[in-house]
């Protein structure tokens, strides 16, 4: 079966996932391309430009596709002049609030409408959280496909055994407002460790980081479901995290990892202080969190899933 797959990136975030996604199917038989497109590195001009010279793209190519898969809004819009018969749009995380949060409510009603139109332009959606599941169908009676994104644990048998850095608290994520990186650096002062922050490591050296951390926070105002909580459970890191889009989809309070409130930089402040001095509780939600992703996020229980959602 030959696939497209189409994203303004395959590193990080959705575009990251797609990556991992593709070198699993191609693993199983599917041939899948991934499809580069240039675009003009000004931040209001990304998307646009990214759109418009993928469409371009897609016009002067005669290649035709089993299935052409798009990994974000803009990317659908791409996809609507592709050569295939089947057509499937994934989103992580609610588009057009994100938009409006992070740009402006007029730009967010642009986006809601381009959202729609893209949903249009599918045959499949699907998304890796019950949450944005749940919004999607509540707001605009749209029904998405739950596939979570899995953990592909044979890729950390290259991670190297590290020494851990005693009260080492480690950031994994962009430099960006919804991530709320800004919150965990106003209280950094106060907090009874060091933290390290990994924006642009590549992954193996951010894992590397993260292996040899005491704990792993997630101050994020917005999320789907952060694949690097997923990560941490595997390599039983305990997790503090804000209780935003998914996340309490793989965090229970205090059984897999802590959840505090979003923007709340003091309650945030007492759960790091707090679990630091706590071995025990340390030790119970590593544990809990390790059998949790090894039942329910790896490639041997989600595979069945993905090829599924391409061969029916």
């Given at each position: 079966m030959k696939i497209l797959y189409i994203s303004p990136r395959f590193e990080g975030g959705i575009g990251g996932h797609a990556k991992r996604v593709a070198e699993k199917l191609r693993e199983n038989g599917f041939d899948i391309?991934?499809?580069h497109v240039p675009h003009i590195p000004i931040k209001k001009l990304k998307n646009p430009s990214f759109t418009t010279f993928g469409i371009l793209k897609s016009l002067t190519s005669r290649e035709k596709f089993d299935v052409v898969h798009a990994w974000n809004i803009p990317s659908a819009f791409i996809m609507k002049y592709v050569n295939s018969p089947k057509k499937i749009l994934s989103v992580h995380g609610m588009?057009?609030?994100?938009?409006?949060?992070?740009?402006?409510?007029?730009?967010?009603?642009l986006a809601n409408k381009a959202e729609f139109k893209a949903f249009k332009i599918s045959d499949k959606l699907t998304t890796d959280s019950k949450a944005v599941q749940k919004s999607y169908k509540d707001k605009i009676n749209v029904n998405f496909i739950y596939l979570p994104a899995p953990l592909d644990i044979e890729k950390f048998e290259n991670i190297a055994e590290l020494k851990k850095k005693k009260n080492q608290i480690v950031y994994i994520g962009r430099d960006s407002f919804e991530k709320g990186i800004d919150i965990l650096k106003n209280i950094e002062s106060?907090?009874?460790?060091?933290?390290?922050?990994?924006?642009?490591?590549?992954?193996?050296?951010?894992?590397?980081?993260?292996?040899?951390?005491?704990m792993l926070v997630v101050p994020s105002r917005m999320e789907s479901?952060?694949?690097?909580?997923?990560?941490?459970?595997?390599?039983?890191?305990?997790?503090?995290?804000?209780?935003?889009?998914?996340?309490?989809?793989?965090?229970?309070?205090?059984?897999?990892?802590?959840?505090?409130?979003?923007?709340?930089?003091?309650?945030?402040l007492d759960a790091i202080n707090s679990l630091l001095d706590d071995n025990k509780l340390q030790k119970k939600l590593t544990q809990n969190a390790y059998d949790f992703i090894i039942k329910n996020f790896t490639w041997d229980v989600l595979l069945p899933e993905y090829l599924n959602l391409y061969t029916h």
């Open positions: 391309k991934l499809m588009y057009s609030e994100q938009i409006g949060i992070l740009h402006s409510k007029t730009i967010g009603s106060k907090i009874n460790g060091k933290v390290v922050y990994c924006t642009k490591m590549p992954w193996k050296k951010t894992m590397e980081v993260l292996k040899s951390s005491s479901l952060p694949q690097v909580i997923k990560e941490a459970f595997y390599l039983k890191i305990p997790v503090i995290a804000t209780n935003v889009g998914g996340v309490s989809e793989i965090i229970t309070d205090h059984e897999t990892g802590i959840l505090i409130p979003s923007e709340n930089p003091s309650k945030m």
